[in-house]
């Protein structure tokens, strides 16, 4: 049985911002299975993370705000910068407290569906969670991996776009603790 390449790399939404960058993949074998199925993934995540941490993952909300963007994000959303919301959360256990990723996400509140928009401003619910219990058809497009030259403490990172409805609706920046990696199959 012959395994296809990665399929990533070939995939772009015709954004110039946009490619899937993450090196030439001497990076990414500086991690474990784990810390590279985390970070290439276009699925969610939390799934994932559960299974891998054996906890329940929650959003610890920090921040959510019209702050403005910088004008590379502002670029790779289709929306006007003045409806773009920055919120900025740790997904976290719900049983330990530990936080296994940092986040910060924007979004345009016109891009998404009404009940995911109220979720999003009112619950603790991971987004990817939010999406898949109201049903929402939606596309990740994986921006760059980050993978810091230092061993330790190691907190890979990743950028993304999710897409409803064939828009950019959400840029999501993931950096995973430590925590994340400290459990083996």
Not at 13 to 40: E, F, M, Q, V, W
Not at 58 to 70: F, I, K, N, R
Not at 166 to 182: D, M, R, W
Request: charged letters at 15%; hydrophobic letters at 40%.
């Amino acid at each position: 049985m012959r395994l296809v390449g990665n399929p990533l790399p070939s995939r772009s939404s015709g954004n110039p911002h946009a490619g899937y960058a993450p090196h030439d993949g001497r990076g990414l074998t500086k991690l474990s299975l784990i810390g590279r199925l985390l970070l290439t993934s276009d699925g969610t995540v939390t799934t994932m993370l559960e299974q891998i941490v054996g906890e329940q993952i929650e959003t610890a909300w920090l921040d959510q705000s019209m702050a403005p963007v910088d004008e590379k994000t502002a670029a790779l959303m289709s929306f006007p910068v003045a409806s773009l919301v920055t919120r900025t959360t740790h997904l976290v256990g719900s049983t330990t407290g530990t936080t296994y990723v940092r986040a910060k996400s924007v979004f345009s509140q016109s891009a998404m569906p009404a009940l995911v928009l109220a979720d999003l401003l009112t619950t603790n619910e991971p987004i990817g969670r939010l999406l898949r219990r109201h049903r929402v058809e939606s596309f990740r497009e994986i921006l760059s991996v980050h993978i810091p030259e230092h061993s330790y403490p190691m907190e890979p990172s990743r950028r993304y776009l999710i897409f409803i409805g064939g828009l950019p609706a959400l840029l999501i920046e993931e950096s995973f603790t430590t925590s994340c990696f400290q459990f083996y199959a």
